[in-house]
């Protein structure tokens, strides 16, 4: 069955970096997009980026423009979220979610990895 496993959360002081993981199993992870999204208690869960499954075309909350960067090795099947300039208000869970090419919603959803950001 299909697996998205986030993995490179943690506690960092503000200002900070940290550098998310999603290896995916059990789909052909060149035919997905793929996304990363975060939730803070009592918010809802909110965009971060994407990136296209040839990597051709990528996205950023206006809120993490600048700062996070996000990737993809289709050859180990992984997309990563690089986390700089870390702020208080980035501390939520992070998930990685993948969309098959031509679909309109994300079709599968890691289990998420906690980001905590100390001021």
């Known amino acids: 069955q299909v697996q998205l496993v986030e993995s490179g959360g943690g506690l960092v002081q503000a200002g900070g970096s940290l550098r998310l993981s999603c290896a995916a199993s059990?789909?052909?992870?060149?035919?997905?997009?793929m996304a990363w999204f975060r939730q803070a208690p009592g918010k809802e869960r909110e965009f971060v980026a994407s990136i296209r499954w040839s990597g051709s075309s990528i996205m950023y909350a206006d809120s993490v423009k600048g700062r996070f960067a996000i990737s993809r090795d289709n050859a180990k099947n992984t997309v990563y979220l690089q986390m700089n300039s870390l702020k208080p208000e980035d501390a939520a869970v992070y998930y990685c979610a993948a969309q098959q090419i031509g679909r309109l919603r994300y079709d599968y959803w890691g289990q998420g990895t906690q980001v905590t950001v100390s001021s």
């Open positions: 059990g789909l052909i992870f060149s035919t997905y997009d």
